[in-house]
């Protein structure tokens, strides 16, 4: 591979999204609301193993459910109340087509992505579910099947590392146009069973006339939640005529007026009729994996 992409924030390192792990709790403990859908915390009571509360008997509780120690502790029927079990799996989706392998300060959009993909799919691992993945690109997807613990989160940065090579390989061969993004999305149903979650990392460029439709098929089985990956250097651009070399070799000039208003870079935006969270590339991760904490909440509802 060409050695300048081989530079930090450029090329993509197993180890980078290993140590990502560590910045699980940035965005502290308590109850936040998401601008994602179901941003409400909640706790679902249920038949699960883990005890959620112990209260006084009812008519029409479960005998079976009788706490002995409270019960003989104050004299009165008391029964518990368990956590509901759900196997909550979520199936990560990262763009790597061309448009999101560029970026003007601390890394590729391409890089930011991967990496607030693992930052939440580290959390969902640490929370007991499975993680799978879907990388998309010019080329051939890179699919890696749903799996638990540790060993499948490892698997998944593993699939991230390989499409992301790939992406950057067919970069250097002259591929620079993005296939449509619904098109991309086509086979998301097949990789992802019903009732997952599935987080879309992408800048959302080309992305199709087809992909509201897409979103919503996918919404009436599924929970999809989207990122989008920006550069907020480039979004706040200063006046001026900036110089531009097009795909064909050949040059030309852009003008930037100022007129409009500047981009908040924590401003989140409506895609395809879906809420979407904005993340800035240029940040650092700690503070992606802060906003990623607040929108993604661990009781959240999947």
């Known amino acids: 591979m060409n050695p300048a992409l081989e530079a930090p924030g450029i090329a993509l390192r197993a180890g980078a999204l290993i140590a990502l792990r560590g910045f699980l709790g940035q965005g502290g403990d308590a109850a936040q609301l998401s601008a994602l859908p179901g941003g409400f915390v909640t706790k679902r009571r249920g038949h699960g193993q883990e005890v959620a509360d112990v209260r006084e008997y009812v008519a029409g509780d479960d005998i079976r459910h009788l706490d002995r120690g409270a019960t003989a502790r104050t004299g009165t029927l008391h029964v518990r109340r368990f956590q509901e079990e759900r196997d909550r799996v979520t199936?990560?989706?990262?763009?790597?087509?061309?448009?999101?392998?560029?970026?003007?300060?601390?890394?590729f959009r391409s890089v930011a992505a991967a990496e607030a993909l693992a930052l939440i799919g580290w959390q969902v691992i640490e929370e007991g579910g499975r993680v799978?993945?879907?990388?998309?690109?010019?080329?051939?997807?890179?699919?890696?099947?749903?799996?638990?613990?540790?060993?499948g989160m490892l698997a998944v940065i593993g699939g991230l590392v390989r499409a992301h090579e790939a992406a950057l390989e067919l970069a250097l061969a002259g591929v620079q146009e993005d296939p449509p993004l619904d098109q991309s999305l086509s086979g998301l149903g097949r990789v992802a069973p019903v009732g997952a979650e599935l987080v879309i990392a992408s800048g959302f460029d080309v992305p199709g006339d087809g992909l509201p439709d897409r979103l919503t098929e996918l919404a009436r089985r599924r929970s999809p939640r989207l990122i989008w990956l920006h550069d907020a250097l480039a979004d706040n651009l200063p006046p001026g005529s900036y110089p531009i070399r097009l795909a064909g070799g050949g040059r030309t000039r852009a003008r930037i007026s100022g007129d409009g208003p500047a981009f908040a870079a924590t401003q989140d935006r409506h895609i395809a009729g879906f809420p979407a969270l904005a993340i800035d590339a240029g940040a650092a991760p700690e503070v992606s994996a802060r906003r990623l904490s607040a929108a993604f909440p661990p009781d959240r509802e999947p």
């Open 132 to 151: 799978g993945l879907l990388a998309v690109g010019a080329g051939e997807p890179v699919a890696v099947t749903v799996r638990g613990r540790a060993r």
């Open 91 to 107: 199936v990560l989706v990262a763009d790597f087509r061309p448009s999101m392998l560029w970026g003007t300060r601390r890394a």
